[in-house]
């Protein structure tokens, strides 16, 4: 797995993988990036949030290759996204989840097709998962999947969008005060702390 297509590296500042997925949109120096930008982009992000192992991903990039398929599999991807960001949009804004949100989820887990394994790693066991389908759109289950934890898992006053009203990225706050405001203190924190002493200067000297 080599680097993202558009040689930007993702984003893992949801602490959330659902999130971090709805991330992978950003926007820089005012414009929207698509950072998944190819079939390929999708497995290494996959990889890289350990949805899919290494050996997983050579085997999908060895044997699939139909392209047609890859190509319907990112536009589900994307599509799967907009709905989720939509979903996470409202969940921040104290609103309910949309039943429309929860039929696409429902709908990408049928691509779940597959198992529980027991598998032992550093002496303890895990839950794992075999996955019987070969067809490119399984890794739609893993998407879904994830959005499963966050609706099953998370607290929703604690899914935020970050204070940056120019930044679209979201996260979970897992700070002990739930008291985090941006998505990153580099990304965002700091240029917001900028512009606050730049404002409180400019009218100091006026
Ligand atoms: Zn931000």
Request: with cysteine.
């Amino acid at each position: 797995m080599g680097e993202p297509s558009t040689q930007i590296p993702f984003l893992f500042v949801g602490n959330q993988v659902c999130l971090d997925f709805i991330n992978t949109q950003v926007v820089l120096n005012g414009r929207p990036v698509d950072l998944l930008a190819t079939f390929s982009d999708l497995v290494t992000w996959l990889v890289q949030v350990h949805l899919l192992t290494e050996e997983e991903a050579k085997k999908i990039e060895r044997q699939w290759g139909k392209q047609v398929e890859e190509a319907q599999t990112l536009e589900q991807a994307r599509a799967f996204r907009v709905t989720l960001r939509e979903m996470v949009k409202r969940i921040a804004a104290g609103r309910p989840v949309p039943q429309a949100a929860i039929e696409a989820i429902n709908g990408m887990l049928r691509y779940r097709i597959g198992y529980p394994q027991l598998t032992r790693r550093r002496g303890k066991f895990d839950r794992g998962y075999q996955a019987e389908s070969q067809e490119a759109n399984q890794l739609l289950g893993l998407l879904a999947e994830a959005a499963m934890d966050l609706l099953g898992t998370c607290d929703f006053s604690l899914i935020k969008k970050c204070q940056n009203p120019l930044c679209v990225l979201f996260f979970y706050d897992t700070t002990k005060n739930h008291a985090r405001h941006w998505c990153s203190m580099t990304i965002c924190g700091n240029r917001s702390k900028v512009a606050a002493h730049y404002r409180r200067h400019r009218s100091q000297s006026t």
